[in-house]
């Protein structure tokens, strides 16, 4: 009698059964809300949601559903807000997802080959996380052709890849990226299908993965690009994937105090000048 009246006892305390405990995922570290929790408290550190999203299927299933969403609203709200505007719903699905978007703010993609458009570098830049990242939709317009400026589009400061010595002229390489708004419906990719631009054949978007065009090969690089970067006019090749991604390499060009004057003296007179719109840059984002 009291052997079995053990055995009952046992039986009633919670989380006794091992096919309960196996099946039930969302408990303790595990629960979404504790992983919201903990996250916010380290101010959505991306390295360390990358780290915890490799530990498992189901804490990377987790970090792809809920934590890169959240560690983008909270490091770029403005930008989100924006790229999630226009009948979409706050915090609603993205092209490439989350994640890609995620990797975008915080994660600098290098360059490590030559294009068709861009001489092979000595030293190939690799990728890296970058700490604070600055998007701007002024310095965006400045890489859209006059007929697509109704376009959103967010680009970032160029990263600064140092040459190795007996490079090209001694020029630092420059990488940069940026992303669209609702770029399925974008004056951008319907000048892309009207000139039946193709798919590059080698290269693929290093955040989603996706195939893209070359916009140099599709002569849609206004000149006002290369001033934005602070390049040479023809130094430069980006690309844009079908997910609306953007991602390019310059080589940036180092100028003396005369060159800089001359630079200011012309830069209002090219036919893309930058203008900023009415309701203000508020695109100027620290990540």
């Avoid at 919201?36 to 360390?48: E, G, K």
């Avoid at 890609?100 to 994660?107: G, H, M, P, V, Y």
């Avoid at 990242?133 to 970032?156: A, I, Q």
């Avoid at 000048?273 to 309701?279: F, P, R």
Wanted: hydrophobic share 35%; proline share 5%; aromatic share 8%.
């Amino acid at each position: 009698m009291e052997s079995s009246s053990r055995r009952r006892s046992c039986k009633s305390l919670p989380n006794s059964s091992p096919a309960r405990t196996a099946s039930d995922g969302n408990t303790g570290i595990m629960d979404e809300k504790v992983l919201f929790l903990v996250f916010r408290s380290i101010n959505w550190d991306p390295q360390v949601i990358c780290l915890v999203a490799c530990l498992s299927r189901r804490l990377r299933a987790v970090a792809r559903r809920v934590l890169f969403r959240e560690l983008c609203a909270a490091r770029a709200p403005l930008m989100v807000a924006a790229l999630t505007a226009s009948g979409a719903k706050p915090l609603g699905r993205l092209g490439g997802g989350w994640y890609a978007l995620a990797k975008l703010l915080f994660f600098c993609c290098g360059c490590a080959a030559a294009t068709r458009f861009f001489s092979p570098v000595e030293t190939p830049a690799k990728g890296h996380f970058v700490g604070v990242s600055r998007f701007s939709k002024t310095s965006g317009r400045s890489f859209l052709p006059r007929r697509c400026w109704g376009d959103l589009l967010f680009v970032s400061d160029p990263c600064e890849h140092p040459e190795a010595p007996g490079g090209c002229g001694g020029e630092d390489l420059g990488a940069y990226r940026g992303v669209f708004r609702g770029f399925m419906r974008s004056r951008t990719r319907a000048c892309l299908l009207r000139k039946r631009a193709e798919l590059e054949a080698r290269v693929r978007c290093p955040y989603c993965g996706a195939r893209v065009w070359s916009m140099t090969a599709a002569g849609l690089v206004p000149r006002s690009a290369a001033r934005r970067l602070g390049a040479h006019q023809g130094s430069l090749e980006y690309f844009v994937c079908v997910n609306g991604h953007l991602h390019g390499y310059c080589r940036l060009a180092h100028l003396s105090s005369s060159d800089s004057d001359h630079y200011d003296a012309n830069d209002s007179d090219d036919d893309d000048s930058d203008e900023v719109d009415k309701e203000g840059d508020e695109g100027n984002v620290p990540c």
